[in-house]
């Protein structure tokens, strides 16, 4: 194996198995430290599970994860499974690390969903301050007998800033779900930026959007990215958003990596353009 | 406008301490008043009523003011018409009978006026929120303290005040699980039993134990703690229950879980009746003869305060990310909450506080018996907190004093028959009202499902407000 230095995340040989179907399958990528890096791929390709094994949601059956050299995710095929398993490199991974998503996003990796998961009855304010709770100080009693009265209000400013980057500051009392779509999207990359990520992992961000606003989101990901000195992994439909921004891209197709490069290389890749047209049978 | 303010509210406070002052100023001697209520010049034909102020002024020198109050109501009522009753005096007599209640409301002015002092002085801007709260809370306390001392301890009213702040208590403590949280739990009884008997256990005079504990030679706990040293110990204890039973409990979902905490509380209700555990729960015999209350300013105040720090709880960052999980696990989770562990924060808390409201509920009930706990009882709470809206704590007050007072009091005719010019209205028999009262809240859940409140918080400012005009310009 190479060195993993400069990579701020890793999979090796992710696997994730649900009974006999094999979602997907020895996944082995990495993102550096500042990229942005999309995975793209046809539908029902794996790329939703693929992230929820990164984020802790799944177990992967088989597989490990590393962010920022440090291996937070390692499982291999257990119990039932072990007869069961169908993907490879069964016998390489024998650690068992299994954290829950709330510590993942504790290490500096936050998310956005692809079918928008907003707190629906609270306001866009209350759903980016939500995000700031993983970094209290203060404990159950100081909090309610407001003791941490200087730490409420520097969570406050922070969600307030937080609102202002996406541009939903003069929003910030309405209710989440009401909300247009294109700025509930907004909303939920706030809240992702609230935990104060190193890594932000986009799960298709665009969907749903007209080309103007894929092409302002596009803007936005890039000035976050920036600004914040962010690594960006994002799943994606839109190919032009996709070509405009990655540095790098990664295609799979029935949960198998098929191809990997630069926009333009991807572009181009017989695999790639078999797997989104379909084959032609003459 | 300010300025206006600001005097009105200085006004109010020299109103409250002038109150305040004559008040104290006239509770002396009632001796010397009765004395002043003679009239000059009595013949022997009086001798009956000097007699009789005699037996008052007798009855002075034990210094019970109860019992004064009560010979001179009976002075007053047999001869009133003879004695020297005028202006001054009637009022002297007016103050000295209502003493305790004109100092509630001197103070609960004083309150006001400073609070509407503290609100227009723009140094003290953070503290404004506090003051209103403040002065709201005086004028509720001091507003129940009067009407006590004059609908008199024992009236309905009071009861139903009484049993009312009691299950506002609980019923906050539910909805801050199951509304709040979003964890349907059904295990409140439980807890509430495990309050009261703690509660009970360590409060029964050490005199009186041999006595409640006749069968078991006494029992082993032979000591009474303080009253709120107790409660809070009942708290603790019922918290404790909860935080074993929720390490397994909580990593189930919504319906598993009502049906898990549900058969905690019929396992703990068995357990309390073990005659093994005697020595400590007294078996399935009463408790007895513990501390109780007397004044429903305790129920108000033990409840007012635990309300308060719910209130607070859930203002704060923890409440939020306990409204977080209501709205969506998998979102909180991945902004980084744990979820277990705020599940059982929630989940404890609820329980200290139903266990302090069994606690002042076996207070209420002056005895305790495990079998009283049933599931019916968690089911009342439910309802109060379905009535009052899932997500509002001024729903699940307003909620419970309503019911209570229509369970105990408002349908209460409706068990009594009655006959109207000879003929028997029908229906009407003891029972009977329990059937209307489901039959209401059958309507109430079909037809107005979100309750009196919704999610809602009471607003003063909209209640007294109303008409904000849109882009109009608003001034206070």
Known sequence: MTSVADHTLELRNITMQFGGVVAVDSLSLHVNQSEIVALIGPNGAGKTTAFNCITGVYKPTNGQVYYQDQLIISNHPQGKMKALYAGQHKDAYKEVLEPTPDRITKLGLARTFQNIRLFKTQTAFENVLIATHLH??????????????????????????????????????????????GMQRRLEIARALATKPRLLLLDEPAAGMNPQETDDLGRFIVDIKQRF?????????????????????????????????????VQDNPDVITAYLGVDEE | MKTAKIVLSLLLIIIAIALVGYTLSSQGDLRDLVMRLDPQNLSSAD???????????DGLAEGDRVRDLRNLDRY?????????????????????????????????????????LVSQLDKLAKLRRPAIYLALAAVLYAGVYIVENIAGSS???????????????????????NGFTGLFSLGQAGFMLVGAYT?????????????????????????ALPTLVAIVLAGLVAAFFAFLIGLPVLRLKSDYLAIATLGFAEIIRAIFQYDGLGPITNGSNLLRKFTTFDTVLFPFAVAGVC?????????????????????????????GINLFRHKQMSFVISSFFA?????????YQTTVQASAFKASMTYEILLIVVIGGMGSITGSVLASFLFVASSEWWLRFLDNELVIGGVQVPLLRSGFRMVVFSVVIMLMVLFYRRGIMGDKEFNLKRFLQPRVRKGGDVRG
């Open chain 1, 136 to 181: 209290r100080t203060s404990n159950l009693l100081t909090a309610t007998l407001r003791l941490n009265y200087a730490e409420e209000k520097r969570m406050c400013q922070h969600a307030l800033d937080m609102l202002e980057v996406v541009g939903l500051a003069d929003l910030r009392d309405e209710l989440a779900t009401s909300l247009p779509y």
């Open chain 1, 229 to 265: 000195d962010l690594t960006v992994f994002l799943i994606e439909h839109h190919m032009d958003l996709v070509m405009d921004i990655s540095d790098r891209i990664y295609v799979i197709d029935f949960g198998r990596l098929i191809a990997t490069g630069r926009p333009d290389e």
């Open chain 2, 199 to 223: 509660y009970a256990i360590f409060t029964i005079a050490t005199d009186s134990r041999a006595q409640v504990y006749q069968y078991y030679d006494g029992g082993l706990v032979q000591f």
């Open chain 2, 355 to 363: 266990g302090v409201g069994g606690a002042l509920l076996a207070m």
């Open chain 2, 307 to 335: 309300i308060a720090l719910i209130v607070m709880l859930i203002h704060s960052t923890y409440g939020r990310s306990f409204k977080a999980i209501r709205d969506d696990e998998v979102a909180a989770e991945a902004m």
């Open chain 2, 155 to 177: 009236s309905m009213l009071m009861t139903v005040l009484k049993k009312g702040a009691i299950y506002a208590l609980i019923a906050v403590s539910m909805n801050l699980l």
């Open chain 2, 76 to 116: 007053l009522e047999d001869y009133g018409p003879q004695l020297a009753l005028d202006g001054e005096n009637g009022l002297e007599l007016f103050v000295y009978r209502n003493g305790p209640s004109l100092l509630a409301a001197g103070i609960a002015l004083a309150v006001i006026g400073a609070a509407l």
């Open chain 2, 47 to 57: 001798s009956r009523m000097l007699k009789a102020r005699d037996r008052v002024l």
